[in-house]
C-alpha cells in the first residue's frame, strides 16, 4: 500500500475494487487506508451475489470497518465500465481478478482513466517466474489456441507489459507461498479434482486425460515434499501504479 495520503485532508478516500470476491484482501486494503483517513468510500464491482453475501456476513463480524461507506455493484467488471460512471477514484485495485474478464487491455485503460490524478491503481497476478505460472506457459504451448491474452492464462508480465507500452511508471512487489498439491494425485479426490481444475484454468480437468497428466507430471518434478505433503510454489505479484497530477506530466 502507498505510504503517503490519497486525498486532501477531510475528505473521503474513493476506492473502486475490481472482482473483490469474498472480501478477505478488500478488508486489509481498507484497514490500511483508515490508519491514514478519516473516511473511505469503497466502490465494490463483483457478479456474484454469493460472493457479496459473504463479503457482507465478514464485514457484519469487523467493527473496525463501520466507517467505511460501501456502494455494492453486482456486475462484471465490462457492466461496470459498459456504464460509463464519472466517478474518479484515489485507488482502484484488482487482486487476482483479471484472468477471466473478457478483454484485460480494455480492463486496465478502464481502470487507468478511472484513476484520478495523484492516485494508485494496483494489480495481482500469478507471476511468470513462479513454478505455477511456468505450468500456465507450459499448458499454453501444448494446448492453446488463437492469442494467450483473450484466455486465463494471463500473468503478472502481461500486467507489466501493458504499462511499459503505455510509458507508465511502475513497482513491484512479490509474495511467495507454497500450495499443498497432494490430493491432486489422490484419485477420485473431489478436493483434488478442484485444486487442478484452479490451477490449470480449465473445468473438469480431470475428464481430459493428457492435460491432467501432463499436469501431474510437472507438479511432481517441481514441488518439495514437506511432512508428507506435497508443496507447490505460487508466487503473487502485485504491480502498482502512480498516476501522476496533471500539472506534474
Not at 453475501?53 to 459498459?82: H, N, P
Not at 513462479?130 to 503478472?156: I, N, Y
Not at 497432494?182 to 473431489?190: L, P, Q, R
Not at 486425460?209 to 514437506?226: A, F, G, Q, T, W
Request: proline share 2%.
Amino acid at each position: 500500500m502507498p505510504d503517503s495520503t490519497l486525498c486532501e485532508s477531510g475528505v473521503d478516500v474513493r476506492v473502486l475494487g475490481i472482482g473483490s470476491g469474498a472480501g478477505g484482501i478488500d478488508c486489509v486494503i481498507l484497514k490500511k487506508l483508515l490508519q491514514r483517513h478519516s473516511g473511505v468510500y469503497n466502490r465494490v464491482i463483483e457478479p456474484s451475489k454469493d460472493m457479496i453475501e459473504q463479503y457482507k456476513a465478514l464485514l457484519g463480524k469487523d467493527t473496525g470497518l463501520r466507517s467505511v461507506k460501501f456502494d455494492w455493484r453486482q456486475q462484471t467488471a465490462e457492466e461496470y465500465f459498459q456504464a460509463k460512471a464519472d466517478t474518479q477514484f484515489n485507488l482502484i485495485h484488482a487482486m487476482h481478478a483479471l484472468y477471466y474478464v473478457e478483454d484485460i487491455n480494455a480492463a486496465l485503460r478502464n481502470m487507468w482513466e478511472q484513476l484520478a490524478d495523484g492516485g494508485y491503481m494496483l494489480v495481482a497476478m500469478e507471476s511468470d517466474e513462479s513454478d505455477w505460472g511456468t505450468l500456465q506457459h507450459k499448458l499454453w504451448e501444448e494446448f492453446g489456441r488463437g492469442d494467450r491474452l483473450a484466455s486465463p492464462f494471463r500473468m503478472s508480465g502481461d500486467i507489466k507489459q501493458w504499462f511499459d507500452t503505455k510509458g507508465i511508471s511502475y513497482v513491484t512487489f512479490k509474495d511467495e507461498t507454497r500450495l499443498n498439491v497432494s490430493k491432486c494425485f489422490k484419485e477420485h479426490s473431489e478436493t483434488g479434482n478442484l485444486l487442478l481444475d484452479f490451477l490449470t484454468h480449465t473445468p473438469y480437468v480431470a475428464d481430459e486425460p493428457e492435460v491432467k497428466s501432463m499436469v501431474l507430471d510437472y507438479i511432481r518434478c517441481n514441488s518439495s515434499e514437506v511432512d508428507e505433503k506435497m508443496l507447490f510454489q505460487s508466487i503473487t505479484e502485485t504491480t502498482v501504479a502512480f498516476k501522476r497530477c496533471t500539472e506534474e506530466k
